[in-house]
Protein backbone atom coordinates (compact mmCIF):
# COMPACT_ATOMS: atom_id res chain seq x y z
CA UNK A 1 0.00 0.00 0.00
CA UNK A 2 0.77 3.73 -0.22
CA UNK A 3 0.06 6.76 1.62
CA UNK A 4 -1.29 9.51 -0.74
CA UNK A 5 -1.61 13.36 -0.35
CA UNK A 6 -3.15 15.25 -2.66
CA UNK A 7 -2.57 19.41 -3.30
CA UNK A 8 -3.48 21.96 -5.58
CA UNK A 9 -7.50 22.52 -5.19
CA UNK A 10 -9.06 25.88 -4.82
CA UNK A 11 -11.42 28.26 -6.31
CA UNK A 12 -11.26 28.96 -9.97
CA UNK A 13 -13.27 30.88 -12.13
CA UNK A 14 -15.18 28.54 -15.21
CA UNK A 15 -12.89 28.33 -18.45
CA UNK A 16 -9.63 28.34 -15.67
CA UNK A 17 -6.98 25.80 -15.13
CA UNK A 18 -5.98 24.17 -12.25
CA UNK A 19 -2.80 21.22 -11.32
CA UNK A 20 -3.82 19.10 -8.65
CA UNK A 21 -0.64 17.07 -7.26
CA UNK A 22 -1.11 13.86 -5.25
CA UNK A 23 2.43 12.67 -3.61
CA UNK A 24 2.86 8.97 -2.82
CA UNK A 25 5.02 7.51 0.31
CA UNK A 26 6.60 4.67 -0.22
CA UNK A 27 9.24 3.02 -2.79
CA UNK A 28 6.84 0.80 -5.17
CA UNK A 29 5.25 3.77 -5.73
CA UNK A 30 6.23 3.28 -9.67
CA UNK A 31 4.65 -0.19 -9.54
CA UNK A 32 0.90 0.95 -9.01
CA UNK A 33 -1.16 2.10 -11.59
CA UNK A 34 -3.26 5.71 -9.94
CA UNK A 35 -6.29 7.12 -10.29
CA UNK A 36 -8.12 10.43 -10.02
CA UNK A 37 -11.58 9.99 -8.63
CA UNK A 38 -13.93 12.70 -7.75
CA UNK A 39 -16.86 13.45 -5.96
CA UNK A 40 -19.38 16.06 -5.77
CA UNK A 41 -22.54 16.82 -3.19
CA UNK A 42 -24.69 14.27 -3.13
CA UNK A 43 -23.58 12.25 -5.74
CA UNK A 44 -21.41 9.15 -5.86
CA UNK A 45 -17.30 9.21 -6.16
CA UNK A 46 -16.80 8.56 -9.83
CA UNK A 47 -13.54 7.77 -12.39
CA UNK A 48 -12.19 10.86 -13.60
CA UNK A 49 -8.41 9.25 -14.93
CA UNK A 50 -6.71 6.96 -15.01
CA UNK A 51 -2.87 5.81 -15.76
CA UNK A 52 -0.54 2.88 -16.03
CA UNK A 53 2.29 2.12 -13.56
CA UNK A 54 4.40 2.47 -16.52
CA UNK A 55 2.80 5.79 -17.12
CA UNK A 56 2.55 5.44 -21.47
CA UNK A 57 -1.11 4.51 -21.14
CA UNK A 58 -4.02 6.66 -19.71
CA UNK A 59 -7.82 6.48 -19.39
CA UNK A 60 -10.16 9.74 -19.56
CA UNK A 61 -13.92 10.13 -18.35
CA UNK A 62 -15.87 11.25 -21.33
CA UNK A 63 -16.85 14.27 -19.57
CA UNK A 64 -13.29 15.59 -18.99
CA UNK A 65 -11.58 14.31 -22.20
CA UNK A 66 -9.65 17.15 -24.22
CA UNK A 67 -9.89 18.92 -21.17
CA UNK A 68 -7.87 17.35 -18.12
CA UNK A 69 -4.16 15.42 -18.34
CA UNK A 70 -3.39 12.90 -16.19
CA UNK A 71 0.76 12.28 -15.42
CA UNK A 72 3.13 10.94 -13.26
CA UNK A 73 7.01 10.97 -12.01
CA UNK A 74 7.56 7.71 -10.61
CA UNK A 75 11.44 9.36 -10.13
CA UNK A 76 9.65 11.25 -7.46
CA UNK A 77 6.62 9.50 -6.14
CA UNK A 78 4.25 12.60 -7.64
CA UNK A 79 1.02 11.73 -10.05
CA UNK A 80 -0.56 14.93 -11.58
CA UNK A 81 -3.84 16.09 -13.18
CA UNK A 82 -3.85 19.52 -15.09
CA UNK A 83 -7.64 20.62 -15.46
CA UNK A 84 -8.00 23.10 -18.56
CA UNK A 85 -11.23 24.63 -19.17
CA UNK A 86 -12.58 24.04 -16.00
CA UNK A 87 -16.89 24.29 -15.84
CA UNK A 88 -19.08 24.82 -12.88
CA UNK A 89 -20.33 21.23 -12.95
CA UNK A 90 -16.01 19.90 -12.74
CA UNK A 91 -16.82 21.12 -8.70
CA UNK A 92 -16.20 18.44 -6.62
CA UNK A 93 -13.82 17.07 -3.96
CA UNK A 94 -10.58 15.47 -5.75
CA UNK A 95 -8.98 12.26 -4.36
CA UNK A 96 -6.06 10.19 -5.74
CA UNK A 97 -6.04 6.58 -5.20
CA UNK A 98 -3.47 3.39 -6.06
CA UNK A 99 -4.46 0.40 -7.47
CA UNK A 100 -4.65 -2.71 -5.57
CA UNK A 101 -2.28 -4.53 -6.81
CA UNK A 102 0.97 -3.93 -8.54
CA UNK A 103 1.30 -3.97 -12.37
CA UNK A 104 -1.74 -4.22 -13.61
CA UNK A 105 -1.87 -4.67 -17.30
CA UNK A 106 -4.62 -1.75 -18.00
CA UNK A 107 -5.91 0.98 -16.64
CA UNK A 108 -8.57 0.21 -14.18
CA UNK A 109 -11.92 2.64 -13.88
CA UNK A 110 -13.95 1.07 -10.78
CA UNK A 111 -13.48 1.90 -6.95
CA UNK A 112 -13.08 -1.67 -5.92
CA UNK A 113 -9.17 -1.76 -8.02
CA UNK A 114 -8.47 1.13 -5.57
CA UNK A 115 -6.46 -0.01 -2.24
CA UNK A 116 -5.19 3.56 -0.96
CA UNK A 117 -6.63 6.43 -1.03
CA UNK A 118 -5.46 10.27 -0.21
CA UNK A 119 -8.08 12.85 1.45
CA UNK A 120 -9.18 14.57 -1.17
CA UNK A 121 -9.12 18.24 -1.79
CA UNK A 122 -11.66 20.84 -2.78
CA UNK A 123 -12.11 21.70 -5.88
CA UNK A 124 -14.70 24.89 -7.00
CA UNK A 125 -15.35 26.59 -10.08
CA UNK A 126 -17.84 29.52 -10.19
CA UNK A 127 -19.64 30.46 -13.14
Known amino acids: QVQLVESGGGLVQAGGSLRLSCAASGRTFSSYGMGWFRQAPGKEREFVAG????????SYADSVKGRFTISRDNANNMLYLQMNSLKPEDTAVYYCAANSGRYYSTVRRGKADFGSWGQGTQVTVSS
Open 51 to 58: IKWSGDIT
